[in-house]
C-alpha cells in the first residue's frame, strides 16, 4: 500500500485519508473512489486527494479483519460483521473469558498495522459482552501478513468463554456467642445473590457452633446433595489448621491451599470432599464487592480447573481496593469521583429536507419529537441537560415546558451543524468532563442506551470517545471528552463530531446500541417509517 498525495487523474479506485465535502455530498474517510468521485473533485478544483492505493497484493481493510477474525479458533464466541477495518467479538453467554496470551502475543507482533485486543484473561463476562476486537489499521495490509497471521491461528484455542453451568450449592455458617443473626441473614442473601448471577441454586443453609466436630458434621451432610459448599466461618482463618481446614479434613476431604495473593480475599481456604468443591470463605465476601473468593468460584462454576497453583499465579491484577475497616488500613486515600457528563441536544436545524415542516415538532405517541428526545435525556445519568435552538426557537422551546433543560440559542444555526456543536459545548458546565452530543432526531435512542454510554465514558475515566454502534457500524450519540472540546472550535459549515472522533486525538470506546444509533428522521419517508406524523 502506498499513502500520500495522489494526482487527480490517478484517484480512481485509490481510497480517501480524509473526508472531503463536495456541492451536495461528502466523501467519506476510507471511501474508494469512483470514476464519477474523480471528475466531482475535479470540477471542485481539486488536483489532488490525500489518499491510500492498493498494491495488487493487498487486502482491504474488512477483508482483512474479516479472514483474521475467521481465522482464530475459539469457542461460544460470536464473530459480528466487520466495519472500517474492525471485527468485534462478543460472548455468547455468561461464563469466565480465558485467552492464549502468548498466542495473541505472536499475532500482534506480525506487524503493527494487525492488532487484537482482548479483555483480561479470566474475566467474568456477561452474555453479549464484547471481549475482543480484531483491528486493521487503515486501509489496507499486504495479503502475506495476513496469510502469516492465519497460519498462527491454525495452532490452538486463542480465547473462549466458559460459560457458566448450574451448580447446586450448600451454605454452612458458623457462629459463636454474640454472632448478630442480622449478618448471618445478610449474608445468606448476598451469596444467593451471587449464585443468581452465576446460574447456582443455594440448596439451603446451615447454622453451626464454630467447632471442628460440629462443623464437619455439616460438611459432610452438605457435601451429599450439593456441587460446592461455601463456608462463612465466624471467626477469620488464621492458620492451615484452624476450625474450618481442619473441619475440611476431618469430614474426609484435603485442603489445597490458605491463603491467596488477592486482596481483599486473601483469607481464602480451598478444599474438596471427594469430587465437591469447598470453599472457606474470607470475611470479604460477605459483602457483595468483587474480591479474591469471586475469582475463585466463577471458575470452579465456569468448570476451568483452579487449584493451588492457579491461585498463586493471581497476585498480578490482585490489588482489587482499598478497605477503610480493616484493623491496620494502608494508605487512606479518597475514592476517585466518576467523570461526569452534560448532554447537549442539538435542536437547531431547519429540517429542510422535509420541505417545510419542522422535524422536531412530529408527533410520536402525542408528544413532539424533540420533548421525547428530552425526556430520555433528562432521565439519563447526565448531570445535566442542554438544548441548542436556532430555527423555531419559540415553538421548539415551548415544547420542552417542564423538563429540566436548559436552552442555548445559535443565532448562526443557518451555517450548518458544526455551529450548533460549538454552542453547546460552550455552554457545558465546568463540573463536567465529557459533553454527551444528542441529535434530536432519533426517536429510538433509549434512555437505557444512554446510560450505557455514560457507563463506558465513566469506565474510560474520562478520557475516551464514546461512540454508538450497531452491528458494529458507527452512529449516534457520542461523547466527547472535554479534552477535545478545543478541537471542536475548528469545525466549519455542516460538519459535526464525526471528524473529531475519526481524527485519532482519543482512544475511541464502541457502545452496541441496536438499531436506534441510526434511525434519524430527515424525510417525510423516514418519519413515516419510524411512526411519527408531521405537524404543520
Known amino acids: 500500500m502506498r499513502f500520500g498525495p495522489v494526482a487527480i487523474e490517478n484517484a480512481q479506485g485509490a481510497i480517501l485519508a480524509h473526508a472531503t465535502a463536495l456541492r451536495g455530498r461528502r466523501l467519506k474517510k476510507g471511501h474508494r473512489l469512483t470514476a464519477e468521485d474523480v471528475s466531482a473533485l475535479t470540477e471542485a478544483g481539486h488536483d489532488r486527494v490525500v489518499a491510500a492505493v492498493l498494491d495488487p497484493s493487498d487486502l482491504g481493510e474488512d477483508d482483512a479483519a474479516r479472514r483474521i477474525a475467521a481465522a482464530l479458533k475459539t469457542c461460544s464466541i460470536e464473530v459480528k460483521p466487520p466495519a472500517t477495518g474492525r471485527v468485534n467479538l462478543h460472548a455468547e453467554a455468561a461464563g469466565v473469558f480465558t485467552v492464549d496470551r502468548a498466542l495473541i502475543d505472536a499475532i500482534n507482533a506480525v506487524d503493527p498495522s494487525i492488532t487484537i485486543a482482548t479483555v483480561a484473561g479470566h474475566?467474568?463476562?456477561?452474555?453479549?459482552?464484547?471481549?475482543?476486537?480484531?483491528?486493521?489499521?487503515?486501509?489496507?495490509?499486504?495479503?502475506?501478513?495476513?496469510?502469516?497471521?492465519?497460519?498462527?491461528?491454525?495452532?490452538?484455542?486463542?480465547?473462549a468463554v466458559d460459560p457458566y453451568v448450574p451448580k447446586r450449592v450448600g451454605l454452612i455458617q458458623t457462629t459463636l456467642p454474640g454472632t448478630?443473626?442480622?449478618?448471618?441473614?445478610?449474608?445468606?442473601r448476598i451469596t444467593s445473590d451471587r449464585l443468581q448471577r452465576l446460574k447456582g441454586t443455594l440448596l439451603g443453609e446451615r447454622r453451626t457452633a464454630h467447632e471442628e466436630v460440629d462443623l464437619a458434621a455439616a460438611i459432610t451432610e452438605a457435601a451429599a446433595s450439593a456441587d460446592i459448599v461455601l463456608i462463612f466461618g465466624a471467626s477469620a482463618v488464621s492458620d492451615i489448621d484452624d476450625i474450618i481446614p481442619a473441619a475440611i479434613r476431618r469430614a474426609g476431604g484435603t485442603v489445597e491451599r490458605f491463603g491467596m495473593p488477592v486482596d481483599p480475599g486473601n483469607l481464602l481456604v480451598l478444599g474438596r470432599v471427594g469430587e465437591v468443591h469447598v470453599l472457606g470463605a474470607p470475611g470479604c465476601a460477605r459483602s457483595p464487592k468483587t474480591n479474591g473468593f469471586d475469582w475463585v468460584l466463577e471458575r470452579i462454576v465456569a468448570g476451568i480447573p483452579v487449584g493451588s497453583g492457579d491461585i498463586a499465579r493471581m497476585g498480578v491484577g490482585g490489588l482489587l481496593m482499598e478497605i477503610p475497616t480493616r484493623p491496620q488500613p494502608r494508605e487512606?486515600?479518597?475514592?476517585?469521583?466518576?467523570?461526569?457528563?452534560c448532554a447537549v441536544i442539538l435542536a437547531a436545524g431547519r429540517s429542510s429536507r422535509m420541505g417545510g415542516p419542522n422535524k422536531l415538532l412530529a408527533g410520536f405517541q402525542g408528544d413532539p419529537l424533540i420533548r421525547r428526545t428530552a425526556s430520555r435525556v433528562t432521565a439519563s445519568r447526565a448531570i445535566?441537560?442542554?438544548?441548542?435552538?436556532?430555527?423555531?426557537?419559540?415553538?421548539?422551546?415551548?415544547?420542552?415546558?417542564?423538563?429540566?433543560?436548559?436552552?442555548?440559542?445559535?443565532?448562526?444555526?443557518?451555517?450548518?451543524?458544526?455551529?450548533?456543536?460549538k454552542a453547546g459545548i460552550r455552554a457545558v458546565p465546568a463540573d463536567a468532563q465529557g459533553a454527551l452530543i444528542v441529535l434530536g432526531d432519533m426517536p429510538e435512542v433509549t434512555t437505557a442506551d444512554l446510560d450505557r454510554m455514560i457507563a463506558a465514558f465513566e469506565n474510560s475515566g474520562g478520557t475516551a470517545i464514546v461512540r454508538a454502534t450497531h452491528n458494529g457500524k458507527r452512529g449516534n450519540p457520542v461523547i466527547l471528552p472535554r479534552s477535545l472540546f478545543p478541537v471542536v472550535e475548528s469545525l466549519e459549515g455542516d460538519t459535526g463530531a464525526r471528524h473529531i472522533v475519526e481524527g485519532g486525538a482519543a482512544d475511541v470506546v464502541d457502545v452496541e446500541i441496536g438499531k436506534g444509533a441510526f434511525v434519524d428522521v430527515d424525510t417525510p419517508e423516514a418519519m413515516h417509517e419510524a411512526g411519527g406524523v408531521l405537524q404543520d
Open 180 to 188: 448478630k443473626a442480622s449478618v448471618l441473614d445478610k449474608t445468606t
Open 332 to 341: 487512606k486515600i479518597a475514592p476517585a469521583p466518576r467523570p461526569s457528563v
Open 384 to 421: 445535566s441537560t442542554l438544548v441548542v435552538l436556532g430555527h423555531q426557537a419559540e415553538r421548539v422551546s415551548k415544547t420542552l415546558e417542564g423538563l429540566q433543560v436548559d436552552t442555548v440559542e445559535n443565532p448562526d444555526f443557518a451555517s450548518g451543524l458544526s455551529s450548533s456543536l
Open 123 to 159: 474475566s467474568a463476562v456477561e452474555a453479549d459482552q464484547m471481549v475482543a476486537t480484531v483491528k486493521i489499521i487503515p486501509f489496507a495490509v499486504a495479503g502475506e501478513l495476513v496469510e502469516r497471521v492465519v497460519a498462527l491461528c491454525a495452532g490452538d484455542e486463542a480465547f
